[in-house]
């Protein structure tokens, strides 16, 4: 069985100043708006970046659960680490297994969903879902939450791949074994899960932020002009590294 890193979801309290720092920085476009998403009081805008997805939601309700994360994260930041897997039904026996909650799930002819409770695996959210049908396991192949033609928007210039995503942890070494172990992913060390096409990095909190997905490695071609245009926008935070939706993104 395999496991991929196949979106990372973004949580903000306006859409728009995100995505026009994400358009004009990194260059990327929306692919997708998933209506579906109203029904938790959300609005969304989805990026490919390669054949990954980086997707940004935020309220436009009150008392939502998007709304509640950013109240307790303080802020703008990473919401979601959503994996594609090859076989869903193992991995919902692994999860009844350890006893890990199910925040939210959906099935249907394209796409089984499971979506676990952060308190449960501690960190973020961790999503296992599957894509079904024709090409549904090609790593450029349909992906049911980004619309019917995803691929249509790819630019790959300046970004073509999300090569690690960094999840800050009150204890990083725990946070890893229990993710290790909902995956049965076998640790590359103590801090460092190795998924088919990314790494998943735990680390202590030392921002001044609680738990949560903090960081994201790009894989960065176009990295000279995306630090010229952070830099112009007061974005830039290093020598290869940016700051959007109160995500420290390192291009790599």
Same mark, same amino acid.
């Given at each position: ?38 029904? /938790?009081?959300?609005?969304? %805008?989805? /990026? ?20 509640r994360y950013l109240d307790r994260r303080g802020g703008d930041g990473g919401y979601m680490v959503i994996t594609q897997c090859d076989n869903h039904a193992p991995r919902r026996a692994r999860v009844d297994e350890l006893g890990i909650r199910i925040a939210h799930q959906f099935d249907n002819e394209q796409f089984l969903n499971m979506q676990l409770h952060p308190k449960d695996t501690g960190a973020t959210f961790f999503e ?24 249509? %928007? ?47 990095? /735990? ?50």
């Open positions: 069985m395999w496991l991929r890193l196949r979106q990372v979801c973004l949580v903000a309290r306006e859409l728009k100043p995100v995505e026009e720092h994400l358009q004009e920085v990194l260059g990327i476009n929306i692919c997708f708006r998933d209506p579906g998403v109203g029904l /938790f009081g959300l609005e969304n %805008a989805l /990026f490919p970046i390669g054949n990954q997805l980086l997707e940004v939601v935020a309220p436009v309700k009150e008392d939502t659960a998007g709304g296992i879902d599957e894509q079904l049908g024709e090409g549904a396991h090609e790593v450029d192949g349909p992906w049911a939450p980004a619309g019917p033609d995803w691929q249509r %928007a790819k630019n790959t210039n300046r970004v073509n791949g999300i090569l690690a995503a960094e999840l800050q942890c009150d204890e990083p070494v725990a946070v890893a074994k229990k993710w290790g172990d909902i995956s049965e992913i076998a640790q590359v060390d103590s801090l460092t899960l190795e998924l088919e096409n990314a790494s998943l990095r /735990f680390v202590s909190c030392v921002d001044g932020r609680p738990e949560g997905l903090g960081g994201l490695d790009l894989s960065a071609p176009g990295k000279f002009e995306i630090l010229k245009a952070a830099d112009n926008l007061g974005l830039q935070t290093g020598d290869s590294q940016i700051y959007i939706c109160g995500m420290r993104l390192n291009l790599i």
